[in-house]
């Protein structure tokens, strides 16, 4: 199979989304651009919209590369450059919304939050280096783009992030299905850092006694159980109200 990882940092991203995202957003970390010869549409639009050169190869070439590639990938840098978490916060404080993922490992879940967070209003994302999924092609193409255009921060170590962003004045909650009060009963307007939990574990303790407010998520009593996709989707929504 097609490597999708170079050994020069340069990865391959595919699928439309994600590739017009990279190109719009952070056109210095492409590489290059293919597209199959029989994909017209997709070479002029390229051409056209972004004036980035194409080069055309035959719909082969994407044969080893995952279902949903829709014949067009970019060698990109994913090292995107992002402006510095205490200047994004300056700039949004007022209606900043962050959201961090303490041991997140199922890549596919990872771009779906990627995603909501992007189409709710979520000013960036924080992720723990070490015990997380990496922000890899398939996050891209799963996040539809939106891990090129929402800055991202990957961090040595969380707990101390949490401490430092604490400092900074945001307020730092969390989600858990035994917690004693409802995701509802919040409703005040704060600088804020959501933390979502592992798939299984969910927040590790050291995280949890760092946080401000600890709420569950109504659900039905006979089948509590969210994917932390849409427990993502679900807590934006409100704090997204909360801050509009």
Not at 80 to 106: N, P, R, W
Not at 188 to 214: A, C, N, Q, T
Request: glycine share 4%; hydrophobic share 40%; with cysteine.
């Amino acid at each position: 199979m097609k490597s999708l990882k170079n050994t020069n940092s340069y990865s391959w991203l595919y699928g439309l989304h994600a590739v017009e995202s990279a190109l719009k957003y952070h056109s210095y970390a492409v590489k290059e651009l293919k597209i199959a010869e029989n994909q017209k549409q997709l070479i002029n639009l390229f051409k056209d919209k972004y004036k980035f050169p194409v080069s055309t190869v035959e719909s082969n070439f994407f044969k080893d590369f995952p279902k949903g590639n829709q014949k067009i990938a970019a060698l990109v840098d994913l090292n995107f450059k992002q402006v510095s978490i205490e200047d994004l916060i300056s700039e949004h404080y007022d209606d900043l919304c962050l959201v961090a993922f303490d041991g997140i490992t199922d890549p596919q879940n990872l771009g779906s939050c990627i995603r909501s967070a992007k189409a709710l209003n979520a000013t960036g994302i924080i992720i723990q280096k070490h015990n997380n999924c990496s922000i890899t092609p398939l996050v891209h193409k799963i996040s539809a783009g939106a891990a090129s255009c929402l800055p991202i921060y990957i961090v040595n170590n969380l707990h101390q992030s949490i401490l430092k962003l604490k400092k900074l004045g945001v307020w730092i909650f969390g989600t858990s299905e035994h917690a004693e009060y409802l995701l509802t009963t919040y409703k005040d307007k704060k600088p804020s850092l959501i933390v979502f939990g592992s798939e299984g574990k969910g927040i590790r303790p050291v995280i949890l006694k760092e946080l401000d407010y600890l709420f569950s998520i109504p659900t039905n009593d006979a089948f509590q159980s969210l994917n932390i996709s849409m427990a993502c989707s679900i807590c934006l929504y409100h704090f997204q109200k909360i801050c509009n």
